[in-house]
T-cell receptor, first 115, second 119 residues
Framework: KAGVTQTPRYLIKTRGQQVTLSCSPI?????VSWYQQTPGQGLQFLFE???????NKGNFPGRFSGRQFSNSRSEMNVSTLELGDSALYLC??????????????FGQGTRLTVV | AQSVTQLGSHVSVSEGALVLLRCNYS??????LFWYVQYPNQGLQLLLK??????LVKGINGFEAEFKKSETSFHLTKPSAHMSDAAEYFC?????????????????FGSGTQLTVLP
C-alpha cells in the first residue's frame, strides 16, 4: 500500500512569489492535515480537510490556504512568500472512523526555501 | 487549549543504556497521546499511542510509554538504546472531544527531543 506522497520534495522560491504544494493521501483516507515545521516554531498545525471541506484551521495568516479534491488529494498554497515561510511542510492522512485516536500517517514533506 | 512540554531538547545516551524521553501535557480533559520519531529529511513515524485502556503502551522498535494521569505525563522509554535510535522524537496530543461530523484531527506537538546514541 503506497504511503502519503508529497510533491515536490524540494522547492526554492523568491520572496513575493506564490507556491503550491501537493499531497496524495493513502488510498481510502479521507482526512488530510497540513503542518509547518521550522527550527524556531517547531511543528505547527495549518489546516485539516475532510471530504473536500476545511474542518479545522490553525493560527496562520490568510496567505496560507488549501483545498481538497474529490479523490482526497490536497493542495496547499502560500501567496506572497516571505523569508519566514521557509520550512518543511508535512502532510498527514488518516482513515476517519469517528474518533481522534485514528493514526495520522505522514508524508516525507516538502522542503520550501524562500530566498 | 492543549500544550505539550518535552523536557530536554537534547538527550545523549550510550549504546545499550536506558532511553528516557520526558513528555508532560496540559489539557482540560485527558487527551489522546502520541510519540512520533523523525529521521533527518524524513516525515514523522508513529512509535506508539495512548487512547484508552492499559496505561502502559508498547510501540515499535522496543519503545514503550506510560500514561500517568496524576502527573499529566507520557514519558517514552526503551531499555537498551541502539545506534539506529538516533533521531528526533516528538510527543503529541489530540483533543479527545470529537466533532459531531467526525474527529478533530489536529495534533499539538512538543518541541522535540534530539536523541544521540554514543558508541
Amino acid at each position: 500500500k503506497a504511503g502519503v506522497t508529497q510533491t515536490p520534495r524540494y522547492l526554492i522560491k523568491t520572496r513575493g512569489q506564490q507556491v503550491t504544494l501537493s499531497c496524495s493521501p493513502i488510498s481510502g483516507h479521507r482526512s488530510v492535515s497540513w503542518y509547518q515545521q521550522t527550527p524556531g516554531q517547531g511543528l505547527q498545525f495549518l489546516f485539516e480537510y475532510f471530504s473536500e471541506t476545511q474542518r479545522n484551521k490553525g493560527n496562520f495568516p490568510g496567505r496560507f490556504s488549501g483545498r481538497q479534491f474529490s479523490n482526497s488529494r490536497s493542495e496547499m498554497n502560500v501567496s506572497t512568500l516571505e523569508l519566514g515561510d521557509s520550512a518543511l511542510y508535512l502532510c498527514a492522512s488518516s482513515l476517519e472512523t469517528g474518533g481522534s485516536n485514528t493514526e495520522a500517517f505522514f508524508g516525507q514533506g516538502t522542503r520550501l526555501t524562500v530566498v | 487549549a492543549q500544550s505539550v512540554t518535552q523536557l530536554g531538547s537534547h538527550v545523549s545516551v550510550s549504546e545499550g543504556a536506558l532511553v528516557l524521553l520526558r513528555c508532560n501535557y496540559s489539557s482540560s480533559v485527558p487527551p489522546y497521546l502520541f510519540w512520533y520519531v523523525q529521521y533527518p529529511n524524513q516525515g514523522l513515524q508513529l512509535l506508539l499511542k495512548y487512547t484508552t485502556g492499559a496505561t502502559l503502551v508498547k510501540g515499535i522498535n522496543g519503545f514503550e510509554a506510560e500514561f500517568k494521569k496524576s502527573e499529566t505525563s507520557f514519558h517514552l522509554t526503551k531499555p537498551s538504546a541502539h545506534m539506529s535510535d538516533a533521531a528526533e522524537y516528538f510527543c503529541a496530543v489530540s483533543d479527545r472531544r470529537g466533532r459531531a461530523s467526525g474527529s478533530a484531527r489536529q495534533l499539538t506537538f512538543g518541541s522535540g527531543t534530539q536523541l544521540t546514541v554514543l558508541p
